[in-house]
């Protein structure tokens, strides 16, 4: 047995411990790619003195040091590229504290998201970043991409609800931030820095109050054209739904067959629309809305009319990703943003692409935010396939960025899009966001050989990409 796993099992009990390659072997991949090396060991830490005492154990044998939620991230940014020890907080999964009155919960950072609001709905609440993934990601693994979901557009995404972390230090010494404390913005660092900062034990969230009244329509479009039209018409009026989302004929075939839940299979796009507020400023919001949407092209404009409807709609579009395994065994998923009025041609050039590299295209996502989510599917058993892929995806984040857009909207950068990082930002960009890597962690031992370009070129990738599960 390796030293470090000896020192773990000694400081954490052997319950805590996972260290035969069959059981590490469950931590070496996420939604993205699986891992060149397995881990030294995975921990199950009970408490943030769990987490404190590991830290310090692994500084001494000099081991990084990955922090894991659910592993549904899609850049592998929770992969343990280079081995080490991860630290799962599978059981660190708590609501902590819930204050009513002035509308916040403390939380442990293994929380799955979805369940903050299902425990939080009778007091009239929720916790408003909800990604397609919430019933499986965990609340810490969200702070660590600083995840977005349907609803950000109205409330903002994860660093915009929350409040104050406590986290551990590459030193093993437990520190607190919040955003109501004077000084530097510790939690806006730390949020979205994908476990290479810090390792958090605990999270303090905004809630929001449940709206008076909710409503979801579907508008019917027989172009993408029509339908990006009518986003940013709707935006640009000064409208703000609570979730404006989009799908194209191959996704809305693909959910419909899934799920059952209405949407027209010969339309070639629709916009799922939601408003929520006080009932009059939503009959206000639907009218203006509806117009909006007829005049850019519109076919019909249909309101769901039961919760049960409503519920249905919701849980197609969120289940689009596992809809498209009808259609291809693997898909890669690419995640960029472009502004809103640059829609049209954004996806004029998706398709393009796509079709070059004769690739099928599915496309569900974020139209308010202008963050596209283009499935491109392919059977990662045919090396032609996952070639066109790569290229297909990277052409695609070029044409975002040279549309006034960037490289990700929401699933982060992880070990993905590390060698797109200088697509978008200078070398003196990133030596100073380097230099802020290195004052949290001058030994880099957090989450080594994340978000930073290698030096190498991107070739690199390509070869891991034919490993992969449901994406490349
Ligand atoms: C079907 C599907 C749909 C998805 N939809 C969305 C979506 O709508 N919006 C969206 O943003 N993403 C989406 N994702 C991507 C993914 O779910 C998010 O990135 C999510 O935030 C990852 O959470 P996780 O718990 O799985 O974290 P992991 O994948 O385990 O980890 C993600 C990152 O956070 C770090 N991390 C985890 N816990 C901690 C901690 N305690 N302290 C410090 N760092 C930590 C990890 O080191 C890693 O860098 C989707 C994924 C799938 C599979």
């Known amino acids: 047995m390796r030293e470090i796993v000896a020192a773990l099992i000694d400081a954490l009990g052997p319950d805590a411990v996972r260290h035969q390659p069959e059981d590490v072997r469950v931590y070496a991949y996420d939604g993205y790619r699986s891992g060149d090396a397995l881990p030294a060991a995975a921990i199950l830490p009970n408490d943030t003195k769990d987490v404190a005492r590991a830290i310090g154990i692994?500084?001494?044998?000099?081991?990084?040091?990955?922090?894991?939620?659910?592993?549904?991230?899609?850049?592998?940014?929770?992969?343990?590229?280079?081995?080490?020890?991860?630290?799962?907080?599978?059981?660190?999964?708590?609501?902590l504290a819930i204050d009513t009155r002035r509308r916040r919960a403390r939380v442990q950072p293994g929380l799955l998201n979805a369940r903050l609001s299902e425990q939080t709905k009778a007091l009239g609440l929720f916790y408003a970043p909800d990604p397609s993934s919430q019933k499986i990601s965990s609340i810490g693994g969200n702070v660590g991409t600083n995840a977005g979901g349907p609803h950000c557009l109205s409330y903002g995404v994860t660093t915009n609800n929350v409040l104050g972390l406590e986290f551990v230090t590459n030193e093993g010494e437990v520190l607190r931030c919040h955003q109501d404390a004077p000084g530097y913005d510790l939690t806006g660092v730390i949020v979205g820095s994908e476990g290479t900062l810090a390792v958090v034990t605990e999270i303090e969230v905004k809630l929001r109050r449940l709206p008076e009244e909710t409503r979801v329509f579907l508008a019917v479009y027989d172009s993408v054209e029509a339908a990006s039209e009518s986003v940013s018409e709707i935006i640009g009026h000064g409208l703000l739904p609570t979730a404006l989302e989009m799908m194209d004929r191959v996704m809305i075939r693909a959910v419909e067959e899934a799920f059952h839940a209405g949407y027209p299979q010969d339309a070639a796009a629709v916009l799922l629309v939601e408003v929520a507020g006080s009932r009059e400023g939503t009959d206000d919001a639907e009218r203006a809305i509806a117009r909006i949407a007829k005049d850019a092209g519109a076919l019909t404009w249909r309101a769901a009319r039961t919760q049960a409807e409503r519920d249905a709609l919701w849980a197609a579009r969120k289940g689009a990703a596992g809809a498209i395994g009808r259609l291809a065994p693997n898909y890669y998923i690419q995640d960029a943003t472009v502004p809103r009025t640059r829609l049209p041609e954004a996806l004029r050039a998706v398709e393009a692409i796509a079709a070059e590299h004769g690739l099928i295209v599915a496309n569900v996502f974020h139209a308010g935010d202008g963050n596209l989510h283009p499935l491109l599917l392919f059977d990662r058993r045919d090396p032609r396939s996952v070639e066109a892929v790569v290229r297909a995806g990277t052409e695609i984040l070029k044409q975002c960025i040279g549309l006034g857009g960037t490289i990700s909207g929401e699933h982060g950068i992880g070990y993905e899009k590390r060698e797109a990082l200088p697509l978008v930002f200078s070398a003196s960009d990133l030596a100073a966001m380097v230099k802020l890597r290195d004052t949290f962690d001058p030994r880099q031992l957090f989450n080594p050989g994340k978000i930073f370009p290698s030096g190498a070129s991107c070739h690199e990738v390509q070869p891991s990409l034919a490993r992969t599960g449901g994406t490349p």
């Open 58 to 95: 692994c500084r001494e044998h000099g081991e990084p040091i990955v922090a894991r939620g659910s592993g549904t991230g899609l850049c592998g940014a929770a992969v343990p590229q280079h081995g080490g020890v991860v630290i799962s907080f599978a059981r660190m999964n708590r609501v």
